[in-house]
């Protein structure tokens, strides 16, 4: 079956930085989207990996190991409007995205 | 970048009555748009995949008959929740897929605002 893995919540210091894991196991790879969704909000768009290594924008950066299926979202700088749900997604071969069931981020003062 | 929108934000009704949900594409045109629900603390949920002019394509254990989707022109898909009941109380979300351009483009969903739904 298809499968995506992230914590269900993290905790972390505003200015700080945390790293955001997920796992997968999917039919086939057609690239690994993160998205960032407020409590009440529909998801907003973070970034989009399909070649190993790293992306980065801004504050966020992506990690892809497709070997390893594993990926990481790293928040650096952390301010508390950073405080939301984080969600994996990967396209399968079909170029439907399966999604994670979301990490909740709690950033304290 | 790409807008979509979706009509009602919010809606209360009686059980028994029907809602309908528009989800539009503002700025450019979609041949697929997709429809989620999500429970509270849960993630989002495909419940089916619309293509314009053609009948939607369910996902297991979404009743067809019940949740009604239209997708009848490049920009506009609706979703209509038939003999509403308190269950299906529910933040809906739709999504438009487009390109997301440049040298590296790939087609990204972008998500409308959602609805929320109550049903009394």
């Known amino acids: 079956g298809q499968n995506i893995d992230q914590p269900t919540e993290m905790t972390a210091t505003e200015g700080a930085i945390v790293q955001i894991n997920c796992t997968y196991q999917t039919s086939g790879f057609n690239g690994l989207f993160w998205y960032q969704q407020h409590a009440g909000e529909a998801p907003t768009f973070l970034s989009y990996?399909?070649l190993d290594g790293l992306e980065e924008k801004g504050r966020f950066s992506s990690f892809l190991s497709r070997s390893k299926g594993y990926s990481y979202l790293l928040l650096k700088e952390l301010q508390m409007k950073d405080s939301a749900s984080y969600l994996c997604a990967v396209m399968d071969s079909n170029y439907q995205l399966i999604w994670g069931a979301g990490t909740k981020l709690i950033i304290k003062p | 970048g790409a807008v979509v929108s979706q009509h009602p934000s919010w809606v209360i009704c009686k059980s028994g009555t029907s809602v309908k949900i528009e989800c539009r594409s503002l700025d450019f045109q979609a041949t697929t748009m997709f429809w989620y629900r999500q429970f509270p603390k849960q993630s989002l949920m495909l419940m089916a995949t619309s293509n314009e002019g053609s009948k939607a394509t369910y996902e297991q254990g979404v009743e067809k008959d019940k949740f009604l989707i239209n997708h009848a022109s490049l920009t506009l898909s609706t979703l209509t929740v038939t003999s509403a009941h308190p269950e299906d109380s529910s933040f809906y979300i739709c999504?438009?897929?487009?390109?997301?351009?440049?040298?590296?483009?790939?087609?990204?969903?972008?998500f409308g605002p959602g609805t929320r739904l109550t049903v009394l």
């Open positions: 999504s438009a897929e487009g390109s997301s351009g440049g040298s590296s483009s790939y087609n990204e969903q972008f």
């Open positions: 990996n399909v």
